[in-house]
C-alpha cells in the first residue's frame, strides 16, 4: 500500500465557491466559536471580537468554510450572553459594531462565511420591554409580549403549573408589584433573568423581523436560531413532567417520549416560514439553522422543509454512543428523514451545552454525562481513550455527507475541564441546583494558543474568566501546528481531504464488514472503515492494497484496524 503525502495547508479552498450548483450550507463545515472564550485582545480575560479577528488566519488554516458565534449582544451575561438585553448592540465586554464589522469583513475575505446567534424564545430580564412589563398593569400590551399570569390558589401564590426550568428549579418566578404586594407570575424555561417571550404576539414577531434585517444588513450569512423549538407553548399551558431522560438542554432523550407542552408545537413553523422569506429577500444563500431539542429526526426534520430553515442540529447524533450498531442506525435515521424534507443531514459532536466528547466518549453508561462532570464525579473518563475514540469519531463524522459543526478546541484534543473549583463556575444551573449538577463550565475554558504562554496566549495579561487547567500545554495550537501525529493536523488534514474529494455532497453506501462493531462505507472515491469494539480488527482484504488517506491516530501496519481508529482509503 501507499501512504499519502500531508496536505498543503496553502492548497485554495475557496469556501465562497458554490459546487455544481448545490448551495454551500449543503456541505459546510462550520465552526463555532464561543467569543468569551476564544481569544482575548484587550487583556480583560474574556475573549471578544478583536481578538477573533487576529486569529482568523488559524481558522483559514484548519480548513473550515463558516463560523457560528455565540451571542455578542449586549446582555447582563447571566447566561453567558444567551440573555439578550438589546439584539442591535454589541456588548462593550466584546467590543463594538465597528469591530464586529471589520470581523466579518476579515472573514469574508478570507472565503469563511459570518452566522450569528438569534435567541428568540427569550430576552434578559434587562431588556426594555420587560422592565417596560414590569411597569405596566396586568393586562396591559406592555404586558403581553411575555408570558405573564396570576398565580393558581386563593391568594395567586402557586406557581401558575408546575413546569421546571431546564436549568433547574421551578419556571416561574413572581413579581412584586410597586406597592409591594405580590403581583403576576411570569414563564422562564431557563433562568428568572430570562422571561420568555410571548409569540402570538404581532410585536415580537415584528422586532424580530427586523433584527434579522439588521444583521442581514450587516452581511451576516445567516442564524443559528436558539431554543427553536420552544417559541409556542400549547394553548392552556397544562401541566408536565419531563422524564429522568431528559438532558442538559431539555431533550427528552427518547425518541418515543410525547414533546413537552413547550416545544416542538405546531405553531413554530408559520414563524420559521416568515422567516425564511424574510432571508429570500437578501442574495447569497443565507441561512437558518436551528436548534431544536426534539425527537426524534423525522420530527427534528420539520424544521427544514423547503419553505422553513436550512439546517438543524443533529443532536441524535452527538447523544449516540461509541458503539457500531447504534451510530449505523442514527446515520440511517438522519440521513433518511433529512432527505425525505430534501434537506441535508448536519453532523455535530460537541457544542458549548454538553460535555466535550473527548472526555464524554470515555463515560460509560452507568456514569453518563448528565448534566456535566465536576471534581466529586466518581469514575472519570480516561483521558488518553477519550481522545482517541473523539478522533475516530471526528474521523467518521467529517466523512459523511452533509454539513458538519465543529466546536472550537475539538481541533485541539480538548476534554473537559473538570476540576474547576466550584468558586469559579458560573453556569447558572450550577447555582439554581445548589451545586447538585456542575452544568457547562468545563467545556467552556478559554482556548489554549501558545504553550508556556500567560494564559496560553488566550490574553497577553494571563486573564481567563474560567481558570484553565495547569496541563494544556501540549494543547496548545502551537504546540500541535506542524505535528503529524497531532489531533490539530489530523483534523486540518481530514477537513482537506473532505473538500477535495466533495464528501460533504456525497452519497453513503454501506459494506458489510461481518461484525457489526465495525462501521465500513463509501462515500465516493473515499472508503471508510470505523473500528468501534475493543480489539483489533482485520484490514478487509479489498482494502489491504488501497491508498490509505487518513487514520484517526498513527498506525504501524497495514492489516490491522485497532480498536477505536478510523481509517479513509481512497478507492476510486
Ligand atoms: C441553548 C443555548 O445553547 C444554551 O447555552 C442556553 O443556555 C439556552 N439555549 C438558553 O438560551
Ligand atoms: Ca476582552
Not at 65 to 76: K, Q, T
Request: contains cysteine.
Amino acid at each position: 500500500m501507499t501512504h499519502a503525502t500531508a496536505h498543503s495547508p496553502d492548497a485554495p479552498l475557496d469556501a465562497s465557491a458554490t459546487i455544481d450548483g448545490a448551495e454551500w450550507w449543503r456541505s459546510a463545515v462550520i465552526y463555532q466559536i464561543y467569543p468569551r472564550s476564544f481569544a482575548d485582545a484587550n487583556g480583560d480575560g474574556i475573549g471578544d471580537l478583536r481578538g477573533i479577528t487576529s486569529r482568523l488566519d488559524a481558522l483559514k488554516h484548519l480548513g473550515i468554510d463558516a463560523i457560528w458565534l455565540s451571542p455578542f449582544f449586549a446582555s447582563p451575561q447571566k447566561d453567558a450572553g444567551y440573555d439578550v438585553a438589546d439584539y442591535r448592540a454589541v456588548d462593550p465586554l466584546f467590543g463594538t459594531l465597528d469591530d464586529f464589522d471589520e470581523m466579518t469583513q476579515a472573514a469574508h475575505t478570507r472565503g469563511i462565511r459570518v452566522i450569528v446567534d438569534l435567541v428568540p424564545n427569550h430576552s434578559s430580564d434587562q431588556h426594555e420591554w420587560f422592565q417596560q412589563a414590569l411597569a405596566a398593569q396586568p393586562g396591559s400590551p406592555e404586558r403581553a409580549r411575555y408570558m405573564f399570569r396570576d398565580g393558581r390558589g386563593p391568594n395567586g401564590d402557586t406557581a401558575p403549573n408546575n413546569w421546571e426550568s431546564i436549568f433547574g428549579g421551578p419556571a416561574w418566578t413572581r413579581i412584586v408589584d410597586d406597592d409591594g404586594t405580590p403581583g403576576q407570575w411570569y414563564l422562564h424555561l431557563f433562568d428568572s433573568s430570562q422571561p420568555d417571550f410571548d409569540w402570538s404576539n404581532a410585536d415580537v414577531r415584528a422586532m424580530f423581523r427586523d433584527v434579522l434585517r439588521f444583521w442581514l444588513d450587516r452581511g451576516v450569512d445567516g442564524f443559528r436560531i436558539d431554543v427553536a423549538h420552544g417559541l409556542v407553548k400549547a394553548d392552556g399551558l397544562p401541566d408536565y413532567t419531563p422524564p429522568q431522560s431528559a438532558g442538559s438542554m431539555g431533550g427528552t432523550g427518547k425518541a418515543d417520549a410525547d414533546l413537552p407542552p413547550y416545544f416542538g408545537q405546531d405553531g413554530v413553523h408559520e414563524i420559521y416560514r416568515e422567516w425564511h422569506q424574510v432571508l429570500t429577500e437578501y442574495d447569497g444563500e443565507r441561512v437558518l439553522c436551528a436548534e431544536a431539542w426534539v425527537d426524534p429526526l423525522s420530527t427534528m426534520a420539520l424544521w427544514v422543509r423547503p419553505d422553513e430553515m436550512q439546517q438543524a442540529f443533529n443532536f441524535p447524533y452527538l447523544e449516540t454512543p461509541w458503539n457500531g450498531p447504534a451510530l449505523r442506525a442514527v446515520i440511517d435515521e438522519s440521513i433518511a428523514a433529512f432527505s425525505a424534507v430534501g434537506a441535508p443531514s448536519t453532523w455535530v459532536l460537541s457544542n458549548h451545552d454538553v460535555v466535550r466528547h473527548a472526555s464524554r466518549l470515555a463515560l460509560t453508561e452507568d456514569n453518563p454525562q448528565g448534566h456535566g462532570i465536576g471534581p466529586k464525579t466518581t469514575d472519570r473518563p480516561d483521558t488518553e481513550l477519550g481522545l482517541r475514540r473523539a478522533r475516530a469519531a471526528s474521523a467518521l463524522m467529517l466523512a459523511l455527507p452533509g454539513g458538519a459543526y465543529l466546536y472550537q478546541g475539538e481541533e485541539l484534543g480538548l476534554p473537559e475541564a473538570i476540576d474547576l473549583p466550584d468558586d469559579a463556575r458560573q453556569d447558572p444551573t450550577w447555582f439554581r441546583t445548589h451545586g447538585t449538577r456542575y452544568g457547562r463550565d468545563g467545556c467552556r475554558v478559554p482556548l489554549p494558543w501558545e504553550p508556556g504562554a500567560p494564559a496560553y496566549g488566550f490574553s497577553e495579561t494571563g486573564a481567563s474568566w474560567l481558570p484553565q487547567p495547569a496541563d494544556w500545554d501540549a494543547y496548545a495550537r502551537a504546540s500541535q501546528l506542524g505535528d503529524p501525529a497531532s489531533t490539530l493536523e489530523f483534523y486540518s488534514r481530514a477537513l482537506w481531504l473532505r473538500a477535495t474529494h466533495q464528501l460533504g455532497l456525497g452519497a453513503l453506501e454501506w459494506h458489510d464488514a461481518g461484525d457489526d462493531s465495525i462501521l465500513w462505507f463509501a462515500n465516493g472515491p473515499v472508503t471508510v472503515v470505523a473500528n468501534t469494539g475493543d480489539s483489533d480488527a482485520a484490514t478487509p482484504t479489498s482494502l489491504i492494497e488501497a491508498t490509505r488517506i487518513l487514520t484517526s491516530v498513527p498506525l504501524s501496519g497495514d492489516d490491522v484496524i485497532p480498536a477505536d481508529t478510523t481509517v479513509w482509503y481512497l478507492t476510486p
